[in-house]
């Protein structure tokens, strides 16, 4: 299964994604600073995508992506997809590693 990590509009590539395979078996996780900040969530099952939301009340969990990664581990045997900011980028890649998810099953595009 896939578990795609995104910040801001880095969740674009995954709703194209998700929409060509519709049987694909995926979670997204959505950081975002403000909860209405949450693009086409509507399209997603509760069990599909989790808002992250850092600076207000709001979305599935409050906090950043990588603060989510940390409590609710995903599994060493999943594909990891990071799109976004630099630094959520790096972060995760460590949280994952620490994880142990192999280096191999982690892919990235950093934005900015």
């Not at 578990?3 to 995954?14: E, K, L, S, Y």
């Not at 049987?23 to 975002?32: F, N, P, V």
């Not at 209405?36 to 995508?49: D, G, L, V």
């Not at 850092?54 to 599994?75: A, K």
């Amino acid at each position: 299964s896939n578990v795609f990590i995104a910040t801001g509009t880095g969740i674009a590539p995954f709703h194209s994604f998700v929409r060509t395979y519709p049987e694909l078996d995926y979670l997204i996780l959505h950081g975002t600073r403000l909860a209405e900040e949450n693009y086409e969530s509507a399209h997603y099952t509760t069990e599909r995508y989790v808002q992250c939301v850092s600076q207000e009340n709001g979305g599935c969990f409050q906090g950043r992506v990588s603060d989510y990664l940390r409590q609710n581990p995903q599994g060493a045997d999943k594909h990891y997809y990071l799109c976004g900011n630099r630094n959520m980028v790096n972060e995760v890649y460590d949280i994952l590693r620490e994880q142990e998810v192999s280096g191999s099953n982690i892919m990235s595009e950093v934005f900015f």
